[in-house]
Every structure is written in structure tokens, then in C-alpha cells.
């Protein structure tokens, strides 16, 4: 079987979560699913989604918990995640069946949205990271065969770092497949914070995980 299930976690993101979703409607018109999971919603994420996917599930608050829920109940051999502000390129059914035919998961390598030269910088330096280490973070779409996710025991359950702990588990059993044609994200978040703020504390966070500092410590500062 060929067909996808995508997994999307939301919390909170009417101002995106439509201008994904209806990039998403031609790949539900050829038999691949689309699922909302919501943390606990308080706008109108869950109203505007459900017209747009095929079902909307309610979950406990917690990236990591709501897309194992989102995995539990998927349809189709093949789990893709993908955030809400994330949207995919032409043909990425394609380009992900034939990368599994290869690897047993895998990622796209991301643009950021804005048009600042810094997030060229940015973007180039996720992506090299990413292709240098074989690990892969939750904006680049990571897609996974469900056999090898259930053998992992999916994401884990910490509240933050769970795209990277995943990686860890995934690239001893396999290195990813990278996928050049990128994912476009929205760089709101860099643009809000200061992009070599931003930058700073994402690697400074990366760095203090590595030195074992607990996700759940982390969560303060992100």
C-alpha cells in the first residue's frame, strides 16, 4: 500500500491551519488521509480543519502525544508529520513513496517563508546539519514506514527534543532519506523573535540536550 497518512498537530493555529489544508485537498483526492490532532484548542483551529480532513482528533496537550495518537489511528503504511504551518511541495507523494523504496524514513529539506537573507543562511545551515548528522526536526516533514515507527515505539513523551530523540532512535536502524525539494515553513517565529535570537536559543538548547539537560527543563526557555 502507497497511501499516506498525514499527521498534523495543532494547537491554537486558525491563522494557518486552512492555507495548509487546502494545499493538502489534492493529495485526499487520490485515497492519501489527512488527520487533525488538537492539543485543546481555544479558537477556531478545530471548526476550520474539519471540512478539510478526513478526522479530527482530540488530545492531550503535547506535540509528541498528540502525533503517537494521530499514528495509533492512521489508515494507510505510511505516516508523514507535518506542521501546521508547514506546507509541502508538488508531488510529495511521490517523492516520498520512491525515497522509501530506498530508506525506511526520511525528511525534505525546508525553506523558510520570509525573504530576509539571513534565513537563506538559516535554512542552508538546518539543511547541512540535517544531511551531516542524519537528524531530521519536526519542520521538515519527517515520513516514516509504520512498521519501523511501531518497532521505535514512536515519538517519546517529553515535551519538547521529541523529533530529535526519534531521529536518534531511527538513524540506528536506518539513515534518512533526504528529500531536496523543500517544505516551505513559516519563519513567523523567527521573524517575531529576532532571527539570530531565535537561532541562538535553538542551538543553545540542542547543545544542552546533548549534555543530557532534561527536556522537560528545556521547555522553560523555548
Not at 49 to 59: E, I, N, Q, W, Y
Not at 61 to 85: S, Y
Request: charged share 20%.
Amino acid at each position: 500500500m502507497n497511501e499516506l497518512s498525514i499527521i498534523i498537530p495543532t494547537l491554537n493555529e486558525q491563522a494557518a491551519i486552512v492555507a495548509t489544508l487546502q494545499k493538502l485537498q489534492p493529495l485526499r483526492q487520490t485515497g492519501h488521509e489527512v488527520i487533525i490532532v488538537d492539543g485543546g484548542s481555544t479558537d477556531q483551529t478545530c471548526r476550520l480543519a474539519d471540512p478539510l480532513v478526513d478526522r479530527v482528533l482530540r488530545s492531550e496537550c503535547g506535540r509528541a502525544r498528540q502525533m503517537n495518537l494521530g499514528a495509533q489511528m492512521a489508515q494507510h503504511d505510511i505516516l508523514l508529520f507535518l506542521h501546521a504551518d508547514t506546507y509541502l511541495p508538488a508531488q510529495a507523494d511521490t517523492l516520498i513513496i520512491n525515497g522509501l523504496e530506498k530508506r525506511r524514513w526520511g525528511r525534505f529539506d525546508v525553506r523558510l517563508s520570509g525573504q530576509a537573507w539571513l534565513l537563506r543562511v538559516v535554512e542552508r545551515l538546518i539543511n547541512w546539519r540535517s544531511r551531516l548528522t542524519g537528524i531530521a526536526t519536526g519542520d521538515q516533514a519527517l515520513f516514516i514506514q509504520r512498521q519501523l515507527y511501531t518497532q521505535v515505539q514512536g515519538f517519546p513523551d517529553i515535551p519538547l527534543m521529541e523529533d530529535i530523540t526519534l531521529s536518534h532512535r531511527l538513524k540506528r536502524l536506518s539513515r534518512p532519506y533526504c528529500i531536496t525539494t523543500p517544505v516551505i515553513t513559516s519563519s513567523r517565529r523567527w521573524e517575531q523573535q529576532g532571527i539570530m535570537r531565535t537561532i541562538l536559543l535553538m542551538w543553545s538548547l540542542r547543545l544542552a540536550y546533548a549534555f543530557g539537560v532534561s527536556p522537560h527543563t528545556l521547555k522553560k526557555y523555548y
